[in-house]
């Protein structure tokens, strides 16, 4: 089972990820990809983390997302990833922009290979206006190719708004 559930910043898509791993009564790997390169960050961290149960497993990877999942991979068990548009955004940054697209390859590739049941996180970042800076425009075209490739290899797919979650595939 693959999940891609989508939403606004602050829109309670971390919170219904969590809720339905709770819910799963599975065993958790959660998958941070979040880096700490400031304060606000730090405490965007700090709030996740107090917020899911302290017995899950933790990763962290910021960047080579495909090759993590597969090695954790095992059956009966949950893997949520919590947040591509965080891990895309550490990709776009590096110096060789070749890395971001294999790495995207490398993720829809790997994802049906899965045993565990997925969880991904996502900022849906095409609902409002075209940036004006270039690597703006670079991350919302990109993040948004990345979601629709998703939704298409996904058995379910969710869009939360408002801490309500709307079905946009699968059952409820």
């Excluded at 979040?34 to 017995?55: C, G, K, V, Y």
């Excluded at 497993?57 to 919590?82: C, F, G, W």
């Excluded at 969880?119 to 270039?134: A, D, K, R, Y």
């Excluded at 969710?158 to 309500?164: D, E, K, Q, S």
Aim: aromatic share 4%; charged share 20%.
């Amino acid at each position: 089972m693959l999940q891609l559930i989508l939403g606004g910043a602050r829109s309670g898509k971390s919170r219904l990820a969590e809720q339905t791993a709770i819910d799963r009564q599975l065993a958790v790997t959660y998958v941070a990809t979040a880096q700490a390169l400031d304060f606000e960050m730090q405490s965007r961290i700090t709030h996740h983390q107090n917020q899911r149960p302290s017995h899950w497993s933790l990763v962290e990877e910021p960047l080579y997302l495909a090759k993590i999942l597969q090695k954790i991979d095992r059956p009966n068990q949950i893997i949520l990833v919590d947040c591509l548009t965080l891990w895309l955004t550490n990709l776009l940054l590096l110096e060789d922009q070749n890395v971001q697209q294999l790495e995207c390859e490398q993720l829809l590739k790997v994802l049906p290979t899965l045993q565990s049941e997925i969880i991904l996180v996502s900022n849906e970042t095409g609902l409002g206006v075209v940036p004006l800076g270039e690597i703006s425009r670079r991350f919302v075209d990109e993040a948004g190719r990345l979601h629709q490739s998703l939704g298409q290899i996904a058995d379910k797919v969710v869009f939360c708004v408002a801490g309500f979650p709307m079905i946009l595939k699968g059952e409820k």
